[in-house]
């Protein structure tokens, strides 16, 4: 290890230091602690080290205030030094080393609850929140040594939407036990205050967005309203996106309706071929076993065959009550999954965890408000589409829902619908994932635009027509390795294998050798 500290009471280890000193292979940083250079600059090891030095240094110190909570030394603006703070029983005093302050308040030593830590000790969940609350502001060439009342406030509304109002009841009678302690009586005061706003006992002034959303009893998931805000950001800076509608006359809507709602639970595991829909949709007629999934894709048909006022329009209430009015009608054929009713549990696709039940309302309330002020269709349309796939409302049928309502915003305008083909799958997966995982909105806003060209550019006004061109552009096509989503080719010549039709070099590429264009039904 670069840093060299001297031993108590080895003579002999003693000599050692001094001989390697005197032969210049060490330096002295300060009274017990040396440093022998091993590639990384002296700072960079002393930053690295904060903890260690903290245990040799202040041997009675427990790391408090700001650092317990970000557990690392903090740069402020215009300052090349790092900052550590300690409590310890001893004197307020600075140690200054190369690149590194750590500031000694005279306070409390260790006390119950508080954590081992590399040596020294970590204050306790209860303590950082006390130190944290207590006033403080920028002095001696370096910023406030405290986080302040936002971020506790913030810390307590994240635990209480994870673990629930019990748990914040808990962290209030330990905080009581040790405030007096500790000398932290005032800052108890706020806690306790906190606590009972955010559980709505009583009334106050919260600080954080989060806060005064809970406290007005409807919590919000205010990462999900972050990544919101990204998207709409985002948005902001890219020239409107306009591509008109060519789906105006009744053939063209019917064809495009159904298409879209083929795709659209395709892409949710309905793996119905496209004769079987077509069949379910136009001649209630579905496949042997498969009633309930011919009837999903009837249900989402139904909804996207309507037109009339876009989403929208509505105030949060109204808004509120046609998503669930949507969902009734869309899985009204599968009780089990409470059509119309909000989700009680949480729901999590993968890595992707979805907003918490109780957080739902508010953040939905805040996303509509954020949509009203998005003047733009297709941004619009975009951003509601997100925001339903990323709070998913429902236990099932999110997925589907998002795409109708992002469907109904564009018609009303006059715009091309967007519609996410087979091949298209786990492309537009991974662009949701994106935002929801990286708070990256750009994959999915290019990705959206992409398939609105080949959505306008895949229209016909019968549905052998509009198979015809989707499988043109490779549309149907399940294995990825094999086909990409394109602009259609009337060149290309189209082949139906077990129902998925596409052209004849995929079926080449995947090893099925083409027998003839088989004949689709009339209508």
Same mark, same amino acid.
């Given at each position: 290890?670069?840093?060299?500290?001297?031993?108590?009471?080895?003579?002999?280890?003693?000599?050692?230091?001094?001989?390697?000193?005197?032969?210049?292979?060490?330096?002295?940083?300060?009274?017990?602690?040396?440093?022998?250079?091993?590639?990384?600059?002296?700072?960079?090891?002393?930053?690295?080290?904060?903890?260690?030095?903290?245990?040799?240094?202040?041997?009675?110190?427990?790391?408090?205030?700001?650092?317990?909570?970000?557990?690392?030394?903090?740069?402020?603006?215009?300052?090349?030094?790092?900052?550590?703070?300690?409590?310890?029983?001893?004197?307020?005093?600075?140690?200054?080393?190369?690149?590194?302050?750590?500031?000694?308040?005279?306070?409390?030593?260790?006390?119950?609850?508080?954590?081992?830590?590399?040596?020294?000790?970590?204050?306790?969940?209860?303590?950082?929140?006390?130190?944290?609350?207590?006033?403080?502001?920028?002095?001696?060439?370096?910023?406030?040594?405290?986080?302040?009342?936002?971020?506790?406030?913030?810390?307590?509304?994240?635990?209480?939407?994870?673990?629930?109002?019990?748990?914040?009841?808990?962290?209030?009678?330990?905080?009581?036990?040790?405030?007096?302690?500790?000398?932290?009586?005032?800052?108890?005061?706020?806690?306790?205050?906190?606590?009972?706003?955010?559980?709505?006992?009583?009334?106050?002034?919260?600080?954080?967005?989060?806060?005064?959303?809970?406290?007005?009893?409807?919590?919000?998931?205010?990462?999900?309203?972050?990544?919101?805000?990204?998207?709409?950001?985002?948005?902001?800076?890219?020239?409107?996106?306009?591509?008109?509608?060519?789906?105006?006359?009744?053939?063209?809507?019917?064809?495009?309706?159904?298409?879209?709602?083929?795709?659209?639970?395709?892409?949710?595991? %309905?793996?119905? &071929?496209? @004769?079987?829909?077509? +069949?379910?949709?136009?001649?209630?007629? $579905? =496949?042997?076993?498969? *009633?309930? #999934?011919?009837?999903?894709?009837?249900?989402?048909?139904?909804?996207?065959?309507?037109?009339?006022?876009?989403?929208?329009?509505?105030?949060?209430?109204?808004?509120?009550?046609?998503?669930?009015?949507?969902?009734?009608?869309?899985?009204?054929?599968?009780?089990?999954?409470?059509?119309?009713?909000?989700?009680?549990?949480?729901?999590?696709?993968?890595?992707?965890?979805?907003?918490?039940?109780?957080?739902?309302?508010?953040?939905?309330?805040?996303?509509?408000?954020?949509?009203?002020?998005?003047?733009?269709?297709?941004?619009?349309?975009?951003?509601?589409?997100?925001?339903?796939?990323?709070?998913?409302?429902?236990?099932?049928?999110?997925?589907?829902?998002?795409? %109708?309502?992002? &469907?109904? @915003?564009?018609?009303? +305008?006059?715009?091309?619908?967007?519609? $996410? =083909?087979?091949?298209? *799958?786990? #492309?537009?997966?991974?662009?949701?994932?994106?935002?929801?995982?990286?708070?990256?909105?750009?994959?999915?806003?290019?990705?959206?635009?992409?398939?609105?060209?080949?959505?306008?550019?895949?229209?016909?006004?019968?549905?052998?027509?509009?198979?015809?061109?989707?499988?043109?552009?490779?549309?149907?096509?399940?294995?990825?390795?094999?086909?990409?989503?394109?602009?259609?080719?009337?060149?290309?010549?189209?082949?139906?294998?077990?129902?998925?039709?596409?052209?004849?070099?995929?079926?080449?590429?995947?090893?099925?050798?083409?027998?003839?264009?088989?004949?689709?039904?009339?209508?």
């Amino acid at each position: 290890m670069p840093l060299i500290f001297t031993p108590t009471g080895n003579a002999a280890e003693d000599r050692r230091i001094l001989r390697m000193r005197a032969a210049g292979t060490i330096d002295r940083i300060r009274e017990g602690v040396y440093f022998r250079q091993a590639g990384e600059p002296m700072e960079t090891e002393i930053r690295r080290s904060w903890a260690t030095l903290v245990a040799r240094l202040v041997p009675e110190g427990v790391v408090s205030d700001r650092t317990s909570i970000e557990t690392k030394p903090v740069r402020f603006p215009g300052d090349d030094t790092y900052h550590v703070f300690v409590s310890s029983p001893r004197s307020r005093a600075t140690i200054q080393l190369p690149g590194l302050s750590i500031h000694i308040r005279k306070g409390a030593g260790v006390a119950d609850g508080d954590i081992a830590y590399m040596g020294t000790h970590l204050a306790g969940l209860e303590r950082r929140l006390l130190d944290n609350l207590a006033p403080s502001r920028a002095r001696d060439g370096h910023g406030p040594r405290t986080l302040g009342d936002g971020v506790v406030e913030a810390k307590l509304d994240d635990w209480c939407r994870t673990s629930g109002p019990d748990h914040l009841i808990a962290i209030r009678n330990r905080a009581a036990a040790l405030a007096p302690v500790i000398g932290r009586q005032a800052e108890f005061d706020k806690l306790d205050a906190m606590v009972d706003m955010l559980l709505n006992l009583r009334h106050g002034e919260m600080k954080t967005r989060q806060g005064r959303a809970r406290a007005s009893g409807m919590p919000l998931d205010i990462g999900c309203v972050d990544r919101l805000a990204k998207l709409t950001l985002y948005l902001s800076d890219r020239a409107p996106y306009t591509i008109a509608n060519a789906g105006h006359d009744t053939g063209r809507l019917t064809t495009n309706s159904f298409m879209d709602a083929y795709f659209s639970n395709y892409i949710e595991g %309905i793996d119905l &071929n496209v @004769e079987q829909a077509r +069949a379910a949709v136009f001649e209630s007629a $579905v =496949p042997e076993g498969r *009633r309930q #999934d011919g009837q999903d894709v009837v249900a989402t048909y139904a909804q996207l065959i309507e037109t009339g006022r876009p989403p929208s329009a509505d105030d949060f209430p109204s808004f509120r009550d046609e998503l669930r009015s949507r969902h009734a009608r869309l899985m009204r054929h599968r009780p089990e999954v409470r059509p119309g009713q909000f989700k009680e549990k949480a729901n999590r696709a993968g890595d992707t965890v979805f907003v918490a039940p109780d957080l739902l309302d508010g953040t939905l309330k805040e996303g509509h408000a954020i949509m009203r002020s998005i003047d733009d269709p297709f941004r619009r349309a975009v951003f509601l589409h997100y925001l339903l796939a990323e709070t998913h409302p429902f236990s099932d049928g999110n997925g589907r829902l998002s795409r %109708i309502l992002m &469907n109904r @915003e564009l018609l009303a +305008a006059g715009l091309s619908r967007v519609v $996410v =083909p087979t091949v298209f *799958r786990h #492309d537009y997966i991974d662009a949701l994932r994106a935002l929801s995982r990286r708070d990256d909105p750009s994959v999915l806003v290019r990705s959206l635009e992409f398939c609105q060209r080949v959505t306008a550019a895949c229209s016909a006004n019968t549905v052998a027509g509009v198979v015809e061109v989707w499988a043109q552009a490779y549309a149907f096509c399940e294995n990825p390795r094999h086909a990409r989503l394109t602009m259609p080719n009337p060149a290309s010549e189209i082949i139906d294998h077990d129902g998925v039709h596409a052209p004849t070099d995929y079926w080449q590429a995947v090893g099925h050798k083409p027998v003839g264009h088989e004949p689709w039904p009339s209508g």
